[in-house]
């Protein structure tokens, strides 16, 4: 159960397999009262989302397989996949050596052989098919018997149905000794189907390496530490904020935790950081970090469920779940082309019964329809390429919120960035000293923020071992500061009056305590890195750039000009910049806001789209599209860059499939391609469709520094953005 009382359910369905089934599924499902139904088809997945008490999640199980599926666990989910992708395998070896030897024995009876031998190789034809057909297609027979049973259609009912009749239609010629025969167009439409089947399983547990990777650094156990200092090894779910945990070296932090002295920690897999980072007491661990000293002490701050690590795996599979406009086109059109498929191969059986050809050809001809109709293509135009951009984009450091964002992103015409925390790191100035006493008390507030100045201020006291003081009645106050109690008297580290104070205070971070005067706390910034790059790149490629920031003018405004920023909007509150972002959309910009902090959270949900450093506040991260797991801020070019790349090639995937059909459905409707040619043209667009997507998987940067302009009006002729001066798209 959440926060916000919604209560949720991750099943494995493993049969889900094509763009059909998504509908089915989330249509029946939707039927449900109070139930949000999303479909991962990367996954094989379905989540359940309800806030009814009285919702019983079984019912939804029971729906499912009524429908012909088999929901599980997601524990055997991982086990399942890999059976599957053996079970595929296998079924292509045996479809891929019958179709080489039923095909050689084809061109000898098409070369012309007598009637003896033809039928002897009619019947060894048939001797080599009907075992293998019964065998490999086994994928496609199961699919389309569980969606009948339902009274469904998918995109496997055409299929099962034209192998069948392909080789119920050549047995009967064998056995008749009469007409031609189609072995080999049955057993090979069975082998590219697999052999496309088999390169998606591969494309789609490629993308799903990002998640796994992520998943292997949680750790299933952790040593607790008892009151009595007796130490037990328990579950991770087990462990509560406040536990102290004990963890060796070369161990990962299991959860979410506070060091307990010092220790230096790998962080290069859980946030992309390259070097060991030293840890001092009270400083924050996220989970998956790996120790590199020990023993050490943690005391955890959040369960695993609520863990950094956990969060960013959920956010991959809900990019995953999520589906921008072309998606649910797709998804719309598989859902009629199923039906539409069998009145068009009814239809051509029927015209050609009429014009007078033999029974024989006419059903040859209907099952050249029902498999050269197959939406195979179509179904895959758009996951194809979303799972790909989500791979990409993971394996930079960028974890995306929601399928939509890609879309909202490829529209970004331009950019707004908060200044503290996200274009610069906040640290304490070492020329203006500050006593240990003001430091200790600004410390103590500053550990109850999550405002980057707090922790510069939290570092510095940490780095002069400095005690930590209890505080009481601590508040955050959105915008300002924090407050508590320290030492039995009020104090109040931020800008402006303390609460207590009418007016006065301090237009930069102070400490305020009650009865004493304000001290003024020195805080320096040093740029984030990539700042200066990315602000660069942003203005050759067009794309106009602010700032919009609490801090004071000055600051911001010298930080502007370092940057070469001329929008600065400073000294602003939460609402203030709610209200420039909402009246930008509402004139019809779609600007990007990068922010990180807690008074953030309401922008980045109200800018069309919107990113958040990985040291971000939970609201911000919350409210965010995309989370930055890197500290790097050129990644923000990736991806706008691929952003724009995958709707380019969401536009070519759906060209080739629009293409196919046209030349393909009048050629095999008119007679002008047999089953054999028809299983091999289906198969290649889906093949080339997934092949274009993949293009999209490499390594590359998309960005090279290049100086032409983009006409961000036009977001299909926009040119993708890179890390450095300037911004353009590769193909």
Excluded at 717 to 725: D, E, F, G, S, Y
């Amino acid at each position: 159960m959440r926060q916000d009382g919604t209560a949720s359910l991750v099943l494995s369905v493993p049969d889900i397999h094509c763009a059909a089934c998504i509908g089915r599924i989330e249509d029946a499902l939707g039927t449900l009262d109070d139930v949000t139904p999303r479909v991962n088809f990367t996954r094989k997945t379905v989540s359940l989302a309800w806030q009814s008490p009285d919702f019983d999640p079984g019912r939804a199980v029971t729906m499912l397989r009524n429908l012909g599926y088999t929901p599980q666990a997601l524990a055997q989910s991982a086990v399942r996949r890999d059976q599957r992708g053996a079970e595929l395998l296998r079924c292509l070896a045996v479809a891929g050596f019958a179709a080489m030897n039923v095909m050689l024995l084809s061109i000898s009876v098409w070369s012309g052989a007598d009637g003896a031998t033809r039928a002897f190789l009619n019947w060894f034809s048939a001797l080599i098919a009907l075992p293998a057909l019964t065998y490999a297609a086994r994928p496609f027979f199961r699919s389309a018997y569980g969606a009948l049973k339902a009274r469904q259609l998918n995109m496997d009912v055409p299929i099962a149905l034209a192998i069948v009749l392909a080789a119920g239609l050549s047995l009967s010629e064998t056995l008749s000794g009469d007409g031609e025969t189609y072995f080999d167009a049955a057993i090979t439409l069975t082998f590219f189907l697999l052999a496309g089947r088999v390169l998606d399983h591969l494309t789609r547990e490629r993308a799903r390496l990002s998640v796994s990777r992520l998943a292997a650094l949680r750790a299933p156990f952790a040593h607790r530490v008892a009151t009595d200092g007796s130490v037990a090894l328990v579950p991770v779910e087990t462990i509560e904020p406040g536990d102290v945990m004990e963890l060796a070296a070369g161990e990962r932090v299991p959860v979410d935790a506070s060091v307990v002295g010092e220790a230096s920690f790998d962080l290069s897999l859980a946030t992309g950081e390259s070097r060991p980072v030293m840890k001092r007491d009270g400083e924050e661990i996220l989970a998956g970090a790996l120790a590199l000293d020990g023993p050490l002490r943690l005391r955890a701050r959040r369960v695993a469920a609520d863990s950094y690590l956990a969060q960013l795996t959920a956010l991959q599979a809900a990019a995953e779940e999520a589906r921008s406009t072309p998606a649910r086109i797709a998804d719309r059109a598989a859902r009629i082309y199923a039906p539409a498929v069998h009145l068009v191969a009814l239809a051509t059986f029927i015209g050609w019964l009429v014009v007078g050809v033999g029974t024989g050809t006419a059903l040859a001809t209907a099952i050249a329809v029902l498999i050269i109709t197959c939406p195979c293509a179509l179904g895959l135009a758009v996951p194809a390429v979303h799972v790909a951009a989500c791979d990409r984009l993971f394996r930079r450091g960028l974890a995306i919120k929601d399928g939509a964002a890609l879309e909202r992103l490829r529209h970004v015409d331009e950019v707004v960035f908060d200044k503290t925390g996200t274009l610069t790191v906040p640290t304490l100035d070492g020329d203006r000293p500050i006593s240990d006493v003001t430091l200790a008390v600004a410390a103590a507030l500053a550990r109850h923020s999550t405002h980057p100045m707090s922790r510069a201020v939290v570092r510095a006291a940490e780095s002069r071992g400095l005690a930590r003081r209890p505080v009481e009645d601590v508040a955050e106050l959105r915008g300002r500061g924090v407050t508590g109690s320290v030492d039995g008297r009020r104090a109040f580290l931020g800008r402006g009056p303390a609460p207590w104070q009418a007016s006065g205070g301090s237009d930069g971070l102070a400490l305020t305590v009650e009865g004493e005067a304000t001290v003024p706390i020195p805080i320096t910034e040093a740029l984030r890195p990539g700042a200066l790059q990315l602000v660069a790149s942003l203005k050759a490629s067009g794309l106009p750039v602010a700032i919009l920031s609490g801090d004071g003018r000055e600051p911001v405004e010298r930080l502007a000009a370092r940057l070469g920023v001329s929008e600065v909007h400073a000294q602003m509150a939460p609402a203030e910049k709610v209200a420039w972002l909402a009246a930008r959309v509402e004139a019809g910009a779609h600007p990007l806001m990068v922010g990180d902090g807690l008074n953030d959270g309401p922008a980045l949900a109200t800018a069309s789209a919107s990113i958040a450093p990985a040291d971000a506040s939970d609201l911000s991260r919350t409210a965010a599209d995309i989370v930055m797991t890197g500290d790097d801020l050129t990644d923000i070019a990736e991806a706008l860059a691929t952003a724009r790349k995958a709707h380019r090639l969401i536009l070519q995937n759906f060209g080739i499939a629009a293409a196919y059909n046209a030349v393909a459905v009048p050629v095999a409707v008119m007679g002008g391609a047999s089953p054999l040619v028809a299983a091999v043209a289906m198969s290649t667009s889906s093949i080339l469709v997934t092949l274009n997507a993949l293009r999209l998987v490499g390594t590359r940067p998309l960005a090279a520094i290049r100086r032409e302009r983009v006409d961000v009006d036009r977001p299909t002729a926009h040119k993708a953005l890179r890390t450095r001066p300037s911004l353009e798209g590769g193909m």
